[in-house]
């Protein structure tokens, strides 16, 4: 079960052999992991979308409503929600295809049990990707076609995710039909699916059991990818 590892060279009918070695890395690895392998098929390009939500007329919605509110707030965008089972989330106004989404999330205040992510290839109100993580540790990546739910990774519990009022960071990679998914720098999940093949990007807030969440979002970034 426990050992040590070491890489290896082996001449055969010739000598003079020399290799080099480069990116060792070593994952940690639970049951819920099962499939989850680092995907090669992908470089990050260059940044080709930033928002810091210092300036708060670069157009993300802003809402004042009954059961939430959505607004910038000096370098963060907040989002309050005040009934259980509601989610909320407001777009860029952008279109990308094969691009990786990048951004800080945190709970501000409230229930543990709630959702905050990344809305990507987002074509309207009723079809776009989902993946979001909650702050009592478990994540969930999936899609609403004509407004029914459809999951692709139900949620499901992981150690990358910090809980509690902690930040986290995550980030989808989308080429093609192709998705990774990342929390805190870790592959948590990677998988195909070609329901929608670009789309508007946003971020996404949500409570689950109980009323009143507020989460935080900040420094938004896609690079293309290739």
């Known amino acids: 079960e426990d050992g040590n590892f070491a890489i290896f060279g082996s001449t055969y009918d010739e000598g003079d052999l020399e290799v080099l070695y480069t990116e060792l890395n070593v994952y940690s690895y639970d049951e819920s992991m099962s499939g989850v392998v680092d995907d090669p098929d992908y470089i ?3 940044v ?5 939500f210092t300036n708060s007329d670069t157009g993300w919605d802003e809402w004042d409503a009954s059961d939430s509110t959505g607004r910038y707030n000096k370098g963060e965008f907040i989002v309050d929600i005040t009934e259980s089972r509601t989610m909320r989330w407001s777009n860029a106004y952008e279109s990308f295809a094969d691009v990786s989404i990048g951004m800080d999330v945190r709970k501000v205040a409230g229930s543990d049990d709630n959702a905050m ?6 074509q309207d109100v009723d079809n776009f990707y989902v993946f979001s993580i909650s702050s009592d540790g478990y994540y969930v990546f ?3 076609l004509d407004d029914e739910w459809v999951p692709l990774v139900d949620w499901t519990p992981s150690d990358s ?3 509690g009022e902690e930040a986290n960071y995550i980030e989808v990679t989308c080429k093609g039909p192709r ?3 990342k929390i805190n720098g870790d592959i948590v999940a ?3 699916d ?8 946003g971020l996404m807030a949500a409570s689950n059991q109980d009323d009143n969440v507020t989460i935080s979002f900040s420094d938004v970034i896609v690079w293309e990818v290739e």
């Open 44 to 46: 990050e390009g260059e």
């Open 48 to 52: 080709i979308y930033h928002e810091d």
């Open 117 to 122: 992510g990344i809305v990507l290839r987002y």
């Open 142 to 144: 999936g899609y609403y």
């Open 161 to 163: 995710i910090n809980q």
């Open 179 to 181: 998705f990774i998914l």
């Open 190 to 192: 990677s998988l195909n």
């Open 194 to 201: 070609d329901t929608f093949d670009m789309g508007d990007i």
